[in-house]
């Protein structure tokens, strides 16, 4: 089993579920779990100035072997997985020799990932894959990211002749929840420009993301017994679904695609009294993310005017935006992706992330970070999975842009 395999294995073992609605950082303990056992292993095989914060950070670096002049260059990847499925107990299973066919996950549930729905499962054909036991996610969002920086670490600890600048690696809390770059120190972290090892399937390369903002909006409804509520019940829930009606049918994420914004109900809770939704709005285009924010308001004053002042609370906060503007004075850096992703015999796939990244808030607070691959596919859910091909592929294309800092 090659060292990248053995150590996304061992961290999917690590339940590392963030939570929403926590203001400390971490949100949850258990994320400290995975960063004190990272700090360790970094520690173990020679790398420098590693380090936990008391917020979960993991920093650490490997000191340049070379005079030659080179940017320092970083690698950042997050510790957690999504509060919104599972990723407690994962049971990860190998299939190897993959056939190409429907792959049973789970016989005792009858749960299938079926080549109909995921037809790009067939790209897969003959290598080995990762999958889950259908109850949980797997998790390679983002611990196949940390498996590869690690692995690569290792190598350059390993192979000292191998001419190399100042590496920095940073692991991140909370990236699930918006809050990854709250508490990143780039001035401690010490580099001049990173990539996130947060991306999907291989060859991904992307520079471009959704501006992204949460939305949160409470109903106030008044119960009544239903035998004597006509005129004076008002029910939360029915209201609920009537602002969901007033948001575009069709800027949906089961609609959407490409640079397509939309709005995502995410949660939904309550009863006739109250009820609470929790949304995500994002746009690749400012003026058009700009734009779904106020169709969000123009609802709840709607909803107001037809049923009473106070009737709907709607709040929105910004997460992230667009990193294009700044990474683009720094287009080397997917040059650089890219010619090492060629030379390694990988499709680039220069596209914009559906999505946010830590890098994206990176790039605003001055540390030009675009994103990269790890090879995983179906992230957030019982159906995702990776290859271990993809996986060692990756840490080859970590090490060749790494070398390619200081042809």
């Not at 924010?293 to 123009?298: T, Y």
């Not at 004075?329 to 830590?358: F, V």
């Not at 842009?401 to 042809?407: E, L, Q």
């Amino acid at each position: 089993m090659s060292e990248v395999t053995r150590r996304f294995l061992e961290y999917v073992g690590y339940d590392t579920q963030s939570r929403e609605g926590q203001e400390k950082i971490p949100s949850t303990g258990r994320q400290l779990v995975l960063a004190k056992k990272l700090a360790e292993e970094l520690e173990g095989m020679g790398a420098e100035n590693v380090r936990i914060t008391g917020q979960g950070y993991v920093y650490a670096s490997i000191p340049a072997n070379t005079d030659r002049k080179a940017p320092v260059l970083g690698f950042v990847a997050h510790m957690d997985t999504v509060p919104s499925f599972s990723g407690t107990d994962i049971k990860p299973r190998l299939i190897g020799e993959y056939d190409g066919e429907d792959i049973c996950l789970n016989e005792g549930l009858n749960i299938w990932m079926k080549t109909e729905d995921f037809p790009e499962l067939k790209n897969s054909k003959g290598q080995t894959l990762i999958v889950t036991d259908g109850t949980t996610l797997l998790g390679a969002d983002d611990k196949a990211g940390i498996a590869e920086i690690i692995t690569m670490a290792q190598w350059f600890l390993t192979h000292p002749e191998v001419e190399h600048g100042k590496i920095c690696i940073g692991f991140t809390p909370d990236e699930e929840i918006g809050r990854g770059a709250d508490g990143f120190d780039v001035e401690a972290f010490g580099a001049d420009v990173a990539y996130t090892v947060d991306g999907g399937v291989l060859g991904e390369l992307m520079y471009e993301n959704f501006n992204g903002a949460s939305g949160k909006v409470t109903i106030h409804g008044r119960n009544i017994h239903p035998g004597n509520g006509k005129g004076q019940m008002k029910n939360a829930l029915l209201m609920g679904m009537e602002f969901q009606a007033l948001l575009p049918a069709f800027e949906n994420p089961m609609y959407t695609e490409g640079y397509e914004g939309f709005f995502h109900l995410d949660a939904m809770s309550g009863c006739v009294e109250e009820a609470k939704m929790d949304y995500i709005i994002r746009d690749h285009d400012r003026d058009k993310f700009e734009q779904k924010k106020r169709i969000f308001a123009r609802a709840a004053e709607f909803m107001n005017q037809k049923y009473g002042e106070g009737t709907v609370d709607a709040c929105v906060k910004d997460t992230y935006y667009n990193m294009k503007e700044k990474i683009e004075p720094h287009m080397y850096l997917i040059q650089k992706a890219r010619a090492s992703m060629e030379k390694l015999g990988i499709e680039p796939l220069i596209i914009p992330i559906r999505g946010g990244t830590d890098g994206a808030r990176l790039s605003y607070m001055g540390l030009p970070c675009p994103n990269i691959c790890t090879g995983g596919h179906n992230f957030h859910g019982k159906y995702e999975y990776i290859t271990v091909e993809a996986m060692e592929k990756v840490t080859e294309l970590l090490i060749e842009i790494t070398k390619s800092f200081v042809s």
